[in-house]
């Protein structure tokens, strides 16, 4: 399904994160934070459904801000949608607000990928950017020209999960003095010719651009921190929904889900797309949505409460 506004984007697990918020259908006056609103697919979906009395959404994205100030300008006339651009993280540092439903929708969007531009597809010739808050310091390009070797090893290893980028981070060593990189392409290009890819199969450059968009953006250690804030702005009773797209954000977010004991992990197994969804949208096959509670878990019934009543009736 695409979202309003004739972005082309199409949301990720949408009727999932609908649902997600069931157990707060029946309530009203809800407060609402979508820290990733993107052009808003999701929020649009969930307003229908629940009793938002105020939500605020928060994204990096320049384009994604003046998007959702002409797309939703009556909820913001109406003082029922605040804008705030920044990182999720950033809000949470000065919220002080009461939130009954969370959304994070985690990686970089539709629109990003698809702009040439914005620097974060190998796919398409671009500037080597990979800034998802376009006012932020520094770029994919100063990283790639001025770090030292040993720290490009770290990102590529950490963030990428690359067992062994010795060789293309000594060639980038090596021809960054002679010409600085500047383009996606150039540095792909680099990265298949090290690697000696042959145009099938998986593509080297995948993990090494990731590697360096979750650097440049900080992505896993605003994650890290995030999340307990929120957790601790939940009102009791309020859901938490976070959709993320690789192993390393899922450990962030599996792990503080579960650490905590002022709530607990609604859905025991992860939920990811249906086949039917993956097929119409190929992005979406590697999402996973997991779902934070916040208060006591209930308690399960007895199956067999009845049955042992019975056995232990005394005999007349």
Not at 40 to 47: E, M, P
Not at 79 to 107: C, E, T, V, W, Y
Request: with cysteine.
């Amino acid at each position: 399904m695409s979202t309003s506004n004739g972005s082309g984007h199409i949301p990720v697990l949408l009727n999932e994160v609908v649902d997600s918020y069931a157990s707060l259908k029946e309530k009203s006056d809800l407060v609402y934070f979508d820290g990733t609103f993107g052009r808003g697919g999701h929020f649009q979906a969930i307003q229908k459904n629940y009793s938002i009395k105020k939500a605020y959404i928060a994204d990096q994205d320049l384009d994604a801000i003046a998007a959702a100030k002409n797309n939703w300008q009556d909820l913001i006339s109406k003082n029922k949608m605040d804008i705030f651009h920044g990182s999720f993280l950033d809000f949470a540092r000065q919220n002080n607000n009461k939130l009954d439903m969370i959304l994070l929708d985690l990686g970089v969007s539709s629109p990003q990928l698809d702009q040439a531009q914005r620097g974060f597809s190998f796919n398409k010739d671009g500037p080597l950017d990979m800034r998802m808050n376009q006012k932020a310091e520094k770029s994919a390009a100063d990283l790639i020209n001025n770090l030292h070797p040993d720290e490009l090893m770290h990102i590529f290893k950490t963030y990428g999960e690359v067992p062994n980028p010795y060789h293309v981070v000594k060639a980038i060593n090596q021809d960054r003095v002679l010409k600085p990189y500047t383009t996606t392409m150039q540095l792909a290009g680099l990265i298949e010719r090290v690697d000696g890819w042959q145009k099938k199969g998986f593509n080297p450059a995948t993990q090494y651009f990731m590697a360096l968009r979750l650097a440049v953006n900080q992505e896993l250690e605003i994650l890290q921190e995030a999340i307990p804030l929120f957790i601790d702005q939940l009102q009791d009773g309020g859901l938490f929904s976070v959709i993320t797209f690789h192993s390393l954000e899922d450990r962030i977010v599996k792990n503080l889900f579960k650490d905590t004991d002022v709530g607990f992990l609604k859905n025991k197994k992860v939920i990811v797309p249906s086949e039917e969804e993956c097929r119409i949208n190929v992005r979406a096959r590697s999402a996973k949505l997991r779902i934070f509670q916040k208060g006591k878990m209930p308690e399960k019934p007895d199956k067999f409460a009845a049955r042992r009543a019975l056995r232990d009736k005394p005999q007349t």
